[in-house]
């Protein structure tokens, strides 16, 4: 985003947003890009104890990574775009989204075992199976293709992880 207002800036692409809504909400992709890789980083250095930790890192990251990008093109629409109440409505909806999904993060690994942990772990499997579907589908250009794929990686080893047996019994099911 922030790439595509310098070229806007230069001439290189025609659009009549302003260089700061690519800053705005390119800042705010670029601050969840750089929790993904440190977080993966984490994970390439084997910072975790146990596989349920990377699990529960995982999804607590996703609702973190959501929120700052949701709140940053919430912005950038609001001041660059049409200034619309529903923008901000839905920005609220999806921070309220993003705060569940970091609740339901810290239950993933949290030592305790029942039902609800045991319906957490079938709604994980379905939302991974879900984000290998949402994968397949077809992307309206290159970068969109690049997304697809590395969405499809990351659900294919979230789906594998959910299966392992240590995960499993930390969650209950076995």
């Not at 339901?104 to 991974?128: A, H, Q």
């Not at 984000?131 to 794929?149: F, G, K, P, R």
């Amino acid at each position: 985003m922030i790439a595509l207002g310098v070229m806007a800036q230069l001439g290189k692409i025609e659009t009549d947003l302003p260089l700061m809504f690519f800053l705005i909400e390119g800042a705010g992709s670029l601050i969840a890009g750089v929790i993904y890789v440190v977080y993966a980083d984490k994970v390439a250095r084997g910072r975790f104890d146990r596989k349920v930790d990377v699990l529960a890192g995982y999804v607590k990251m996703v609702g973190v990574t959501t929120l700052i990008v949701w709140l940053a093109t919430a912005a950038a629409e609001y001041l660059y775009v049409n200034q619309s109440e529903e923008m901000l409505i839905g920005a609220a909806v999806v921070s309220v989204i993003a705060i569940l999904v970091i609740i339901l993060g810290t239950r993933i690994n949290n030592g305790k075992k029942g039902l609800g942990k045991k319906v957490l772990y079938v709604f994980l499997i379905i939302v991974f199976i879900g984000m290998m579907i949402m994968s397949l589908l077809e992307a309206e250009d290159w970068l969109t293709y690049v997304d697809h794929i590395l969405h499809l990686i990351v659900a294919v080893f979230l789906v594998l992880l959910m299966f392992d047996n240590e995960v499993k019994m930390d969650m209950g099911i076995i």
